[in-house]
């Protein structure tokens, strides 16, 4: 990271949704990497639902430089309260519902916490003067592509969410950009491909793979599997989200992907051969309503402007991260049990006995 002018310095971070997967690991970044030059404190910021994992940096809460902070992002006067004595330089955005298949089961509660949520922390970080808003999205709201090796998506692409969970982040991320243009606001927009690596929910695709293939249970596979999507692990997205802090534009959206395009099937059959597991355990249930096929990011501005590359290696990053969830079993299996089966059984329960 090159070194800043005090006008580019950001000595107090808010990162909302810090407990959840990408947030943690965007934590350990910061703490661990030395990008941030003058860094003295994290605040996260989590409502702690069920993604939200208080055991993901139960390491560093001896740290003078962190401090978690158990809020919700739609309670608008607590947010006020909070950044008036927070003082932050910059706000880190995460926090959200993220999950697809829960966005088909229950839309409210993602627009919600997605659209008024964010529109709550661009206000409070408006009136309280915050230097720079990193509003962190996904390429989900660009719909899907063709399957083809030549389309991807960029900036310019329109909008064409197909699920809940893509309109309500679209929709948020068209709140923060409004804000830029009508209050002048120095807001960032990141939007990355799926990630992976440690930390990562169950009830995505490669950890809930990997649990069932260690468990010997079925591995539900959408569709026929032909499904294609382009992974970036989770500490390659959070140096891009540091590097926009940093360099992006004030109104300007970055795609963050690493081109490592596979399609779902690839991967559950890498995952059952890292585990020496028999293929016969994939299971090919009903497919999930408005699937979009594939996706694939042109992260060329990124590349440009940011001066950030993705550094893992997918092959050995992805063998590293299944080991992740053998190593860390107390971890997820302190997860999969009472709410979480009764998901699982609701979402899976059918597909699987048809």
């Excluded at 910021?45 to 992002?73: P, V």
């Excluded at 329109?158 to 002048?184: H, Q, R």
Aim: hydrophobic share 40%.
């Amino acid at each position: 990271m090159a070194e800043t002018t005090d006008d580019t310095r950001f000595a107090n971070i808010l990162v909302t949704g810090g407990c959840g997967f990408i947030g943690s690991n965007l934590i350990r970044v910061l703490t661990e990497e030395n990008l941030v030059p003058g860094l003295e404190f994290i605040a996260n910021l989590d409502a702690l639902t069920y993604a939200g994992n208080r055991s993901n940096l139960a390491d560093l809460e001896g740290d003078t430089r962190y401090r978690l902070i158990h809020a919700d992002i739609c309670d608008a006067a607590r947010m006020d309260n909070i950044f008036r004595h927070g003082q932050f330089d910059a706000v880190l955005h995460l926090a959200a519902e993220s999950h697809v298949d829960r966005s088909l089961m229950g839309p409210e509660a993602f627009f919600r916490t997605n659209v008024m949520g964010t529109a709550v922390m661009l206000d409070a970080a408006r009136r309280h003067k915050v230097r720079r808003f990193v509003m962190v999205s996904t390429d989900e709201v660009y719909g899907s592509l063709p399957d083809d090796s030549a389309s991807r998506f960029r900036e310019t692409t329109p909008l064409d969410p197909t699920s809940p969970y893509a309109a309500s982040k679209a929709a948020s991320d068209l709140a923060a950009l409004s804000f830029a243009k009508s209050f002048g606001m120095d807001v960032v927009v990141t939007r990355s491909s799926n990630n992976y690596g440690p930390y990562q929910f169950p009830e995505k695709m490669i950890p809930l793979m990997t649990i069932n293939a260690l468990n010997d249970q079925p591995l539900p596979v959408y569709g026929d599997g032909r499904n294609i999507r382009d992974w970036i692990h989770a500490r390659d997205h959070a140096r891009g989200i540091v590097a926009a802090l940093f360099r992006g534009r004030a109104g300007a959206i970055y795609n963050l992907g690493a081109h490592n395009e596979r399609r779902n099937l690839e991967l559950v059959e890498r995952i059952l051969d890292i585990l020496q597991k028999p293929r016969s355990l994939i299971r090919f249930v009903t497919d999930r309503a408005a699937h979009d096929l594939r996706y694939a990011i042109d992260a060329t501005r990124a590349r440009e402007e940011l001066a950030w590359e993705p550094q893992a290696d997918f092959g050995g990053a992805f063998e590293q991260t299944v080991r992740w969830y053998v190593d860390n079993r107390a971890w997820w299996e302190a997860i999969i049990h009472g709410p979480y089966r009764d998901y699982y059984r609701k979402l899976y329960g059918e597909r699987l006995a048809g």
